[in-house]
Structure formats: C-alpha cells, structure tokens
C-alpha cells in the first residue's frame, strides 16, 4: 500500500505513434519525424529506428546515416495537438489530481486511493481506456514519488507498465546506468564515467561534498536522485491560463511598420518567456483598439508551439485579417493561451541546427543579461 501514490503516463513515441494510426502501412517500420531536408533535426523516432542509434534532436543527415532505409515523414504538427488535447480531457474526467509535464506526458497523485480501489488496479484501467479511446500506446510507472515513476515508465517502455512498491524505490533504481536519472545529460554522464560512476548503486554512495564539489549544487541534486528522494508535488494543469502583453500609444497611430515592429517584439518576449517557464502555447490572439474605443480580438488555434518565428507568423497573420484599413489605432495586444508543459523540442520541423542553435544562444543571452539584452533588427 502507498503513502503517497505518485503515477507517471507518457505515450509511447507519441509523434510516430499517431502517424501509424493514420496509416498502418507505417506500422512496424523505422519512422523518422521531422525537417525534410539533411540540415532538419529528428523530433521523434519510432521504436524500430531507435535500435540503430537514431534519437530525438539528432540531425537529420546522421539520422539517415544510422538508419538509411527510414521513412522521413515532415510530420502534423495539428494532428499531434488534437491527440494530446484527446488523451489529456481522458485524464481529465477520471483522474483527482494531475499535471500535464509535456504534449504527451502526465503526472497523476493518487494518494489515498489504495483504501478505496487500488492505484495499480485503477491505474491500468485508465491506460485502458486510453488506449481504447485514442489509439495510442501510453506506458506508465507507479511509486511514491514523480522520479521514481518516471524511471519506471522508461523501464516499462514501451507499452507496458511498472509498479514499484513502497520501499523498494532504491533497490530498484540501483542497477540501473546512471544516465537512466532524469537531469544527467551526456556532459554529466560523461564526466561521471570518468570518475568510475555508471550505476545508479555507486552514485547513491558517493559523499555528497564530494559531489557537490565536483558538480555544485547539482550534485546534491544528483545524490538524492540517486537515493530516491523526490518530494516535489504533482501541480495541478489548471494553475495559468494564459500570458500577455499590451501596448497603449501615447498618440492614435497609422505606422503599419512600427505597429508590426511591436507586434514582433511582445511576441518574441512572450515567446521566451514560455521557453523560460519550460511552456508551449496551443492558441495565440491579437487585440486592436482603435481611436473610438473599440475594441475587437481575433484568435487562432494552432499546434503547440514556442518557437518565435512560427508564432510571429500567426501574430501577424492575425493582425491582417483584423486590421480595418485608415483607422487610426490606440492600442495593440497579444495573448498566448492553452499552456501546457513542454519544450521547444517538439517544433523541430522546420528548423536547421543553425536555427536551433541561435535560439538558445539568444535565450543564454537574455537568461544572462536580461529580456531587452537581443531581439530583432527589426525592432530597433
């Protein structure tokens, strides 16, 4: 019996997994979604193409490489968002309490549950139904904290699940390779492999000041990992709604270009602060004011996203099908809605590592040196 019953879901090789269920041919074959050409990263791999190597954020051409009789596919990035929207209003109805961590990975606390029904019992019957209602393989893992759950549904991938009883937690984790813990990167696992640390069993005995000197404060971090403490809580989805940004002119204006440049640059803040709270948006909307006070608003549903220059895009998009020609406009605003957790990663379909790269170089920058530290040369 749990305590504390903390469930783990992640649908199994989501993006792929969605593309076999719109055309079964696909099934059982080595997919590779993402951009089309050889300077296009890899946003999801199916099973079948991960046995040669092949992971997510991996380039394209390397890919190909590895695995050169794959099946590229550009990838629907609207079909993805109404899969993930399905599955999370089945969470939704059934469950007391969960957290949307991504597009395609939840958190469940089922604490108490065990007097009443059972949290693996319950548990299995929601992946059922899951599976029944969208189509879709979900894995899940089952334990007294969101760590050891997690490493649980990476354990029972794919499509199958893992309970870890109470107690247990650091027998279970301790054979395991220490990039198995969720935070070890390849630069940590690396150094740590130097060091003579590759099971989670050795990391767990090491002395924390050791760690701590060696990699800061994120060797705590790593040790208590290691030992399997976590008590971070299961935050409930509905805790933000939305983010926004408006901008009242101190004189009504008809500058299309330094209207656009505003739109551009509010955008653009927005869309950082969404990477920098790890959050995608799956609806964007633009307000207009005009001289008389009138107000009108126009939005759009789109794919979750943080990506500047794809929501850019749908700003001002939206702003030209609302404009209403020489009125003057006394305000303009943009909003970002149906937020979930999640990172860029899953918006590589028409990036090149180049642009990838000089994304999170720009948000290093504005971590550093604060929000107006980069932005557009349009904007200027």
Known sequence: MFERAI?????????????CLKNSALQGKPLLI?????????????????????HSAMPMKMALRLCPHAIVLRGDMD????????VTEIIEDQSPSYEKASIDEFYLDLSGMDHYFGCYKWAG?????II??????????????????????GEAKPNGTKEIPNGTEKTFLAPLSVNKIPGIGKETYKKLSFMGVRTVHIL?????????????????HMWEKANAIDYSPVVPYHEQKSMSKERTFGEDTLDLKYIKSLLMDMTDKLA???????????CVTVKIRYADFNTYTKQKRISYTSGDNILVKHVMDLFEQLYQRRQLIRLIGVKFSDLVYGTYQIDLFEDTMEQLALLGQMDRIRNRFGLNAVMRASVL
Request: aromatic share 10%; net charge positive; proline share 2%.
């Open 34 to 54: 993402g951009g089309m050409s050889n300077r296009g990263v890899v946003a999801s791999c199916s099973y079948e193409a991960r046995r040669f190597g092949v």
């Open 204 to 220: 767990s005995e090491i002395p924390i000041k050791l760690l701590e000197r060696e990699f800061g404060v994120m060797g705590r």
């Open 7 to 19: 469930l783990h879901m992640d649908l199994d090789s989501f993006f792929a997994s969605v593309e």
């Open 79 to 86: 079909s993805y968002s109404n899969y993930s929207r399905l």
């Open 125 to 129: 019957e929601l992946r059922q139904k």
């Open 272 to 282: 950082y602060e969404l990477r920098a709270d790890k959050r995608l948006t799956g």
């Open 132 to 153: 029944k209602e969208s189509g879709l393989p979900i894995s899940f893992g089952l334990s007294v904290n969101k760590l050891v759950s997690k490493v649980g549904t």
